[in-house]
Structures are given as structure tokens and as C-alpha cells.
């Protein structure tokens, strides 16, 4: 199959009611088969618009959205809207029937035509999501990332091609959601799933996506696999949206030894290396903060202030006078 005819949205535009400004404007895309892609974008950039247009929770007021080259209809032009195929988890686990056990809830959406195919998918799919060994569990009982997990399992059980995930790991802690990203990734390896998924979370689509979608202001501004995106933005907007960067005016860069006509200069913290064996020590370390198996540094010079990273936590502190070494920055002009 080509990735043409998988599912596409072709120049798809959005206002909602009374709004000026539209959700999303003439958005194109081709989701790729058997892949994660994430959209990516500042709040109100159009992200959970985007995915309910796919999903087929609104209607488009331009444009249409097509999966396998079928359109997808919203709901004011059909009584169900959306494709079978598709499946949509969000934060929200309302869904779930809390005096029921984990395995009903799950079980209870396959037809009781067969009863050992029943039986036999509802165990499989609480293995894929390690909650096996909450099948008996009264649903009420579960933490915020189990409930996500049966959640998921729900929306699995009768074998859809895609889901789409609107920011289901927010409640989550980090251990747990870490698990639970691995075992999408793994899901999507072993199954074939499609997985198109909204994050505010920069490590989590990094280290989950295949294909990252950037919005701004309700169109895509640029897209691409996440370590081109995240080594060689296109925008200013998506380097700030992917790291926690430096940018610094034309003058500011040239103060740092840096010579462009470019408006703004990003300097990653992992570019930019303390030394304190140069001569010219010309930064003030001014915070040290510890980040497990590496520090951050935050240095002054002047009006500057530079996040470096340091590798060698205990090196530096308050006060300490180093060099600032610069090996890679990035020009813009938007
Ligand atoms: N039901 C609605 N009625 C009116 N305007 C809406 C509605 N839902 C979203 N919007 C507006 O549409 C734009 C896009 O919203 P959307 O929720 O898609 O953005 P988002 O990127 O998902 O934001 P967030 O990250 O904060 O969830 C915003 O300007 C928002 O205010």
C-alpha cells in the first residue's frame, strides 16, 4: 500500500462557531502506515483539532479527510461518525465502568459470538499492555496510569488500524509513562498499529515518534522525522518547542563570538561545553542545577545568560569563572 492511501487530510480547514480565528487552516497531510506520528505545537496551535478531524469527531468546513481513499464523515453529516478502523484515547478514562473488573471492561466490547475468541483476544491485549495481572481488579481500584492502560486495552481490543491519542500520559508519572510509551512502541512494532498522537511533552516525541507534524497557528509549518527536526529545524518556533534552547539576538551572538546577519541564534545546551582551562574566563557560573547524570549551568556574561550542559557534575560552582566553548548553533530568521 502506498502511503498516499492510508489516511490523508487534504487541504482541511476548521472555525469553530462565533470564533474568528480558525482551528486549523488548510491542513494537508499523509499519515504514514504502521508508524507513530506526533503533532507537535504551542497550546491552541490546532493539535486536538487536528486529531478529531481525523478521528472524524468534527466535520471540516473545507477540505476532506480520506482513510484507504474512504472519506471520513463528522458528525453533521453522519449519525456515527468516524471509521471503525480508527480508535481515539484522550486523558479522559470516563469511559471505564469503575465496579466492573478490568478484564469485563475490556471483554465487553467483543461480540459474544465467540466465546473463546473472545476469551483469547481479551487476555492478548491485556498482555500487550502488562495488565494481566489486573484482570480481576474491581476497574475503581486502579491508579490513573492503570486506568490509562485498560483504556488503551478498550480501544484495542477489536483490532483497529489507527489510534489516535490526545495527551494520555499527562496524569501519569514519569517511570509509568515511560513503560507505557515503550510498550505503544512495541505494540506498533509487533501489530502493525498506526499511532497519531498529540504531545506537549518534547522527550516523549522524540523518543516515541516516527513522524513529527509541527503546528503553529493551525497550519503545519514543518514536518519530518524527529532527529532532523530536532538537529535542523526549519523554525525558530520548533526548535523551542523540541528543547529547552538558547536563543540569543544578532548582538547578543556576536558578543559570543558569533557573526550572522540572522535575527535570532540558537545554541542548544548540549553546543555549548564549559572549559575552565582556557585563559579567558570571561562567564560567571550563576546556577547549578543537577539533572542525574549531568548538570545544567546557567552563565553570565554581561546582559547574557547561557543553560550549558556540563557532563562533569561537582566541576563548577556559584561563582566559578569559565570559558564558554561553542561548537554548533543554529541561524533564523522567522
Ligand atoms: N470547542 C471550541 N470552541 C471554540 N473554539 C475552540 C474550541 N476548541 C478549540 N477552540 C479554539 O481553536 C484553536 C485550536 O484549539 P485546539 O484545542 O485544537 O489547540 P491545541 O493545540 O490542542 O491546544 P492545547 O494544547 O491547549 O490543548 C484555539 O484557538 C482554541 O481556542
Redesign the pocket.
Known amino acids: 500500500m502506498s502511503d498516499t492511501s492510508f489516511l490523508q487530510a487534504l487541504a482541511v480547514s476548521k472555525t469553530?462557531p462565533?470564533?474568528r480565528?480558525a482551528?486549523v487552516k488548510r491542513i494537508s497531510l499523509n499519515i504514514k502506515p504502521q508508524k507513530i506520528t506526533a503533532i507537535i505545537?504551542?497550546?491552541?496551535?490546532?493539535?486536538?483539532?487536528?486529531l478529531r478531524l481525523l478521528y472524524g469527531l468534527l466535520s471540516p468546513d473545507d477540505g476532506r479527510v480520506l482513510f484507504k481513499g474512504e472519506r471520513i464523515w463528522g458528525p453533521e453529516e453522519k449519525l456515527i461518525p468516524g471509521h471503525d478502523a480508527m480508535k481515539m484515547v484522550t486523558q479522559d478514562t470516563d469511559g471505564l465502568n469503575l465496579y466492573a473488573k478490568v478484564w469485563d471492561n475490556i471483554a465487553v466490547l467483543m461480540p459474544n459470538t465467540d466465546v473463546s475468541a473472545k476469551e483469547e483476544r481479551t487476555s492478548q491485549v491485556l498482555q500487550q499492555l502488562n495488565i494481566l495481572k489486573l484482570a480481576s481488579k474491581q476497574a475503581f481500584f486502579l491508579s490513573g496510569g492503570e486506568k490509562q492502560r485498560v483504556a488503551i486495552a478498550r480501544a484495542l481490543i477489536t483490532r483497529p488500524e489507527v489510534l489516535l491519542l490526545d495527551e494520555p500520559f499527562n496524569q501519569v508519572d514519569t517511570s509509568f509513562r515511560e513503560g507505557l510509551q515503550q510498550d505503544i512502541r512495541q505494540i506498533v512494532h509487533d501489530t502493525g498499529l498506526t499511532v497519531i498522537m498529540?504531545s506537549?511533552d518534547p522527550a516523549e516525541v522524540l523518543s516515541m515518534a516516527d513522524e513529527l507534524i509541527v503546528?503553529k497557528d493551525?497550519e503545519i509549518i514543518e514536518a519530518g522525522h524527529p532527529k532532523t527536526l530536532y538537529q535542523a529545524p526549519q523554525n525558530l518556533y520548533t526548535a523551542k518547542l523540541l528543547t529547552n534552547c538558547n536563543v540569543l539576538s544578532q548582538a547578543n551572538a556576536a558578543l559570543c563570538g558569533i557573526s550572522t546577519k540572522a535575527a535570532d541564534v540558537v545554541i542548544y545546551p548540549e553546543w555549548a561545553a564549559p572549559t575552565g582551562s582556557w585563559t579567558r574566563k570571561d562567564w560567571t557560573v550563576k546556577q547549578v542545577l543537577f539533572k542525574g547524570n549531568h548538570e545544567d549551568l546557567l552563565v553570565n556574561k554581561g546582559d547574557i545568560t547561557l543553560r550549558v550542559l556540563n557532563d562533569e557534575p561537582d566541576k563548577y560552582k556559584l561563582g566559578d569563572k569559565v570559558h564558554i566553548k561553542i561548537n554548533k548553533y543554529l541561524a533564523f530568521d522567522n
Do not use: D, F, P, R
Not at 504551542?42 to 487536528?50: A, P, Q, W
Open positions: 469553530y462565533g470564533e480565528v482551528g505545537g504551542e497550546s491552541g496551535s490546532g493539535k486536538s483539532t487536528l498529540v506537549h503546528l493551525g
